[in-house]
Structures are given as structure tokens and as C-alpha cells.
């Protein structure tokens, strides 16, 4: 019998151990699994959360690629869309919100969202739908599109807006439609995350003035227009103006120091410092855009105005986008307030940017010396101690500069556009009325600037009335009202109202603003009575002079600000009284 040379075939349902240290392991867990399952434990498996990976939007996909944005006023997105066009990029403006895109992002949305989600998500959905119903293919959407928007945290929901977007977005049909992200905190240059978008020195650049051109343009119709003589005068030149700013935006070029230096700029050293220094001095002390904003200024005074029409001023403040957008997401109120009688105060983009500025300096001082752990290092290593007081104090310098840039560049384009509108109001002032009521270091939505400028504007005789507009459930906003009725308590002759935003309940929400402004119009009737008492003239003999002297009938003819007085028409009198000669027992504010 002959025997075989091959070792015997493995027996069935056997495994096969490569090792001694396999086998031991498997015995150890075999012997566990018993153990366990005779204590009755039940292993589940665990599924862990991950963020879902974004297709990149890259720079060779840039030519075919349409950046879409949205969510501030039409005058900012015109002009922020000539900004980005003139770097290169394709774009267009997601239309303002209406309550069918706030339907449209509740049904595709997560319940209990606040008004912005909803209004902003359903309105993506909307415009989508809008291209793909024109003819276009839902892949090629998806393919050639991309929502750009802002990306924070804290503990408001905004931190959630991304995933909610791409929530919706996945439940509409559109899934991999990429979102950006523009970090509020991200620095100067995030191009990093997306080179796609390179969000460099140059696209903050453009996009700052963009933004600030808008606020101050904004300004300045929303303090012509309740005045006009001509109804609709005022809408027709801002239309002119911003389409003629657009294009100014759009085909400025960015510099750069080839272009000035040609072939020597390669042989600069340290050519990219060389560059980033001669992008800041042509922004700081260039000219380009000053003959534009000139332009923009003589139309706007082109128009006539009747000052002597009395009308309370209503000053705009709550939740940033709440008080931002120019439609059904905030009731339509902005137009609604205008029929109503009422002059208004709107809020700067360039405000929220300063904030966040401010707040930055004060997060350096009190992270001071925190910054690679909690524990500080002994009293007498003073070489440690000096690191980290010379790192402060950098961080701090730099964050100041900045600071001053910002308000710098904001203050030129109003001076650019006749001086009319308001100069961004110190942070520092800010911080100092609110932190009483309100502690600064709250961080979230406004923070405490909701408290702030409703003292500040009360307290300062900026405005009759403070409105504040904020989304339904807005946790940084329904604290700051709880602080606010300390504040009206201590400050007896403030009209504040605030107002919760949703997709429904406009007609009870107008009610509301009309009965506040009633009690807003009778303050600044009194004021004007007051006023025409104290210095001896009637309103036909103020107006009879104004006819004879028609410079002061221009849109922006500078009216000084008298202390103890409001309204348009109250400072106007006292300074049409100073012009014929009236001793007025008023004093021009110090500024």
C-alpha cells in the first residue's frame, strides 16, 4: 500500500491558523463571546457620524462653474456680483426669498429650523428647480453649480446652515450639489479649502467694497426717499447707479506688480510681500472707484427733496439676515414702513464686520498666554512671561489695524457719496452702553449688539423708534429681548418693539409696527410743534425761504444735527431759522 506525500486534507468547518499567537486570539474570543452570552450582553454595531465628503470644487472647473449667492439686499448682491465677476469668476444672484421658497425648505428641510434656513434653503431649491424646469439637465446642475455662503458656529443654528443646506438639497433631488463655505473666522487667505474659490487678498478686497459700496449707496436712497418730491425718483436713480457701479466693479482689475513693473517684478526679492503691500496701498490710497462714487453722488442729488415733511425716524436692528433681507422674510417691512410715513435707519453689513473685529481683540485679551494650554507659566520665568505679552500684544496690533482699515475705507465711501449717511458707530461705545445689560463676551447671533444700538440710538437722538426684527426661535435674539425690558424699564421714553419673523403671520405683525409708530409719529410732531414755537417762524415761512434758495432742495445738501432734536424736518427748521438770521436756542452737536 503505497503512502501519500500530501498532508491530510482539513476537516469541514475548520479554519486553518497561520500562526500560534492567531489561535490563542481566537480562542480568547471565542471564549468571551461565551461569557457573554451568558450574561445576556448584545453586542449592536455602532454607525458614527461623519461630515459627508464634498466633491472639490477645483480650478480647472472653473471656467464652466457658476458661484451662486444670495441672501443680502438686491444693491449688495449687484454689487458684489460685479466684485467676483471681476476676478474671473462665473456668478449670479439667487432672487430674493418669497414665502413659496420658505414652503419649499420646510417640506424638504428638518422641522424646528429657524426663518433664515427655510427662507434661504428653499429658495436654492427654487432656482434649481427654476434652470432644470427651463431645460437644463439636474446632472449638469449639479455638475456646473455651486451655492457659495457664510459658515460660523456658537449657539445659534447658523453653525448648522451647511448640513441643512445639503439636507434639503439631497430631499429636492439634487444630491451633490456642493456647498462653500465662506468662514467668518477663516483669516485672510482660505484659498486652501477650495481652489476652486480662492478666497485670497484680492476677493476679500473686492468683495469689501462691494459690500461697503452697498451699504453706503443703501444709505443714502433709504434717506432721500421718504423726502422725494417726484414719487419714484429716488428707486429709478438707484437703479442706475448701482447697474453703473456694477460694471466699475467688474472691469476693475486686480493689481498686481507685474503689471506696473512688468519683466523686473520677477527679479524683486520676496516678490509675493512686494505684492500684497501694493495691493493694500492701491486699496488705501487709490482713486479708481472715487470718480465712479462722484458720478453716483451728482445723481443722487439731481433730486429734489421737501425736508419739511414730518416723519419719525425708525431705526432697523435685530438678527442679521432678519434685518437685512428685503422681502417676505422680514414681512416686507422695510416698504411697508416707508407707506406707513416712516423714515428709516437701515443696518450696515459694515457694522456686523466690525463686530466681529471687535470681538476678535477681545477674545486675544482674554486668551492671553492660553494659547498652547491652560496653565501658565511661573511668575519668575519672566522670558515666558514677555513671549507671551509680545505675542498679545501683535495678535492685538495687527487685529486693531485691520480695525482702523476697515472703518477707514467705510468713511471714504461715505465722504465719496455727499456725507449724508451715518459714520459706523464706535464698537467700543457699543460694548460700553450693552455690557451693563447684556455681557459682551455672550457671543452668538448679534450678541449684545441688539441691546447696544437700541440705547445708543434712543440715548444719542438718532431715532423716534427702534424696531428689531428677528427669526422665530433665534436663541441669541430671544435673550437679548429678555434683556431689553431691563432696558426699557430704565430708559421710560424709548419706543422699542420687537418683532418675530416667520413664512406667515404678516398682517398681525404690521399691526404691531403701526400701533408703535403711531406713538413714534406724535413724538415727532410734538418735537417739530416744539421747535417751530422756539424759534418764532411758522412751517410757510421756513418753506418760503427754502423755495427761494433751491441748493437746499438737493438731495444731499448737508442738514446740521442740532442737540435735543430727532426728526429730519425738526434739525432742517432750526437750520433754515440760523440761515435767516433767528437767534435759535439750539447748538449744532459735536461729532
Known amino acids: ?62 471656467p464652466r462653474t457658476t458661484l451662486l449667492f444670495g441672501g443680502l439686499t438686491w444693491k449688495h448682491e449687484k ?48 432656482y434649481l428647480q427654476a434652470l432644470e424646469g427651463a431645460g437644463m439637465k439636474r446632472q449638469d446642475i449639479i455638475d456646473n453649480y455651486v451655492f457659495l455662503t457664510a459658515g460660523a458656529c456658537g449657539p445659534c443654528r447658523f453653525g448648522m446652515y451647511e448640513a441643512e443646506y445639503r439636507l434639503a438639497l439631497r430631499n429636492a433631488g439634487y444630491d451633490g450639489f456642493r456647498v462653500l463655505l465662506f468662514q467668518q473666522g477663516g483669516g485672510l487667505d482660505q484659498s ?65 506688480v507685474e503689471d506696473k513693473l512688468g519683466t523686473i517684478a520677477n527679479k524683486i526679492p520676496m516678490k509675493g510681500i512686494a505684492n500684497y503691500l501694493g495691493k493694500f496701498l492701491e486699496q488705501l490710497y487709490g482713486d479708481d472707484y472715487l470718480e465712479a462714487l462722484h458720478h453716483v453722488r451728482d445723481r443722487f442729488d439731481s433730486i429734489t427733496v421737501d425736508r419739511l415733511r414730518v416723519k419719525p425716524i425708525v431705526k432697523i436692528t435685530g438678527e442679521f439676515w432678519a434685518q437685512t433681507t428685503e422681502g417676505d422674510g422680514n414681512f416686507n417691512m422695510f416698504p411697508f414702513l416707508e407707506r406707513e410715513g416712516a423714515q428709516l435707519i437701515v443696518e450696515p453689513i459694515g457694522t456686523w464686520i ?140 424709548m419706543i422699542y418693539l420687537p418683532i418675530v419673523t416667520s413664512g406667515e403671520g404678516e398682517i398681525n405683525a404690521h399691526s404691531r409696527v403701526q400701533m408703535a409708530l403711531g406713538e413714534a409719529k406724535a413724538k415727532a410732531k410734538l418735537e417739530f410743534k416744539t421747535v417751530l414755537e422756539n424759534i418764532g417762524k411758522s412751517a410757510d415761512d421756513l418753506r418760503g425761504y427754502v423755495n427761494d434758495h433751491p441748493e437746499m432742495q438737493r438731495a444731499l445738501y448737508r442738514v446740521p444735527k442740532y442737540k ?15 440761515k435767516m438770521g433767528v437767534n435759535v436756542p439750539y447748538h449744532v452737536e459735536a461729532h
Request: charge should be negative; aromatic fraction near 8%; hydrophobic fraction near 40%.
Open 1 to 62: 500500500m503505497s503512502t501519500s506525500t500530501h498532508p491530510p486534507a482539513p476537516q469541514a468547518g475548520l479554519v486553518q491558523i497561520a500562526s500560534l499567537e492567531e489561535l490563542i486570539q481566537q480562542r480568547v474570543a471565542e471564549e468571551r463571546a461565551r461569557l457573554e452570552k451568558e450574561a445576556g450582553i448584545v453586542h449592536k454595531e455602532v454607525h458614527r457620524f461623519h461630515k459627508p465628503i464634498e466633491r472639490p470644487f477645483t480650478a480647472d472647473q472653473r
Open 79 to 126: 454689487l458684489v456680483h460685479g466684485a467676483i465677476e471681476g476676478l474671473g469668476y462665473k456668478c449670479e444672484v439667487v432672487p430674493t426669498p418669497d414665502v413659496r421658497a420658505f414652503q419649499l425648505g420646510k417640506e424638504y428641510g428638518n422641522n424646528g429650523q429657524c426663518n433664515p434656513t427655510y427662507f434661504t434653503v428653499g429658495n436654492l431649491v427654487q
Open 192 to 256: 486652501g479649502a477650495e481652489a476652486g474659490l480662492c478666497m485670497n487678498l484680492d476677493f476679500f478686497l473686492n468683495m469689501l467694497n462691494g459690500l461697503n459700496m452697498g451699504d453706503c449707496i443703501n444709505e443714502v436712497a433709504y434717506t432721500i426717499r421718504p423726502f422725494e418730491t417726484e414719487a419714484g425718483a429716488t428707486d429709478a436713480t438707484l437703479d442706475e447707479v448701482v447697474d453703473y457701479m456694477h460694471e466699475v466693479l467688474k472691469k476693475k482689475s486686480p493689481w498686481q
Open 354 to 493: 466690525n463686530y466681529l473685529i471687535h470681538q476678535a481683540i477681545q477674545e486675544a485679551k482674554d486668551k492671553r498666554g492660553l494659547e498652547q494650554g491652560a496653565i501658565l507659566p511661573p511668575m519668575w520665568r519672566l522670558d515666558k512671561h514677555a513671549k507671551i505679552e509680545l505675542n498679545m500684544r501683535n495678535k492685538i496690533m495687527k487685529l486693531r489695524a485691520a480695525e482702523l482699515i476697515f472703518r477707514r475705507e467705510y468713511h471714504k465711501i461715505v465722504e465719496a457719496l455727499g456725507g449724508v449717511g451715518h459714520k459706523l458707530v464706535s464698537q467700543y461705545e457699543l460694548q460700553r452702553v450693552a455690557h451693563p445689560y447684556y455681557n459682551s463676551r455672550a457671543s452668538g447671533g448679534e450678541g449684545h449688539l441688539e441691546v447696544a444700538k437700541n440705547i445708543y440710538y434712543s440715548n444719542h437722538e438718532l431715532a423716534h423708534m427702534v424696531l428689531s426684527l428677528k427669526p422665530f426661535g433665534c436663541m441669541p435674539s430671544t435673550q437679548s429681548d429678555g434683556a431689553q425690558s431691563a432696558v426699557v424699564a430704565h430708559y421710560k421714553d
Open 564 to 578: 435735543g432734536l430727532i426728526g429730519t424736518a425738526a434739525n432742517f427748521a432750526v437750520h433754515i431759522a440760523e
